[in-house]
């Protein structure tokens, strides 16, 4: 059974961090990319950072850049996303994304709140 599970969203003030956890399990997670979106109220779902398969190439929403980082765990059924210096724009339903080819798989999402 496919299982995307996010963990770490939560209500925090301007300027502060929170650091983002996804774990996949019941597939080959090892050859798929690995990508964090986000959707706020009222708007679409945007990509936040990508890592890819490799771990070779990251890239980052042109707001979050120098703020966020994703980053990948050994076993590569882990993706991470440290966010700094938070802003309340950044409020958002966060989901972690593994793809590969047509396989396109989604966690539930963490709820992000950052208060002003």
């Known amino acids: 059974q496919v299982q995307l599970v996010e963990s770490g969203g939560g209500l925090v003030q301007t300027g502060e961090s929170l650091r983002l956890s996804c774990i996949a399990s019941?597939?080959?997670?090892?050859?798929?990319?690995r990508t964090w979106y986000r959707q706020a109220p009222g708007k679409e779902r945007e990509l936040v950072a990508s890592l890819s398969r490799d771990g070779d190439n990251i890239n980052y929403a042109d707001s979050v850049k120098g703020r966020f980082t994703i980053s990948g765990g050994i076993a590569k059924n882990t993706v991470y996303l440290q966010m700094n210096n938070l802003r309340p724009e950044d409020t958002a339903v966060y989901y972690c994304?593994?793809?590969?080819?047509?396989?396109?798989?989604w966690g539930k999402g963490t709820l992000v709140t950052v208060s002003s």
């Open positions: 994304n593994f793809q590969r080819g047509a396989n396109n798989f």
């Open positions: 019941g597939f080959p997670f090892i050859t798929y990319s």
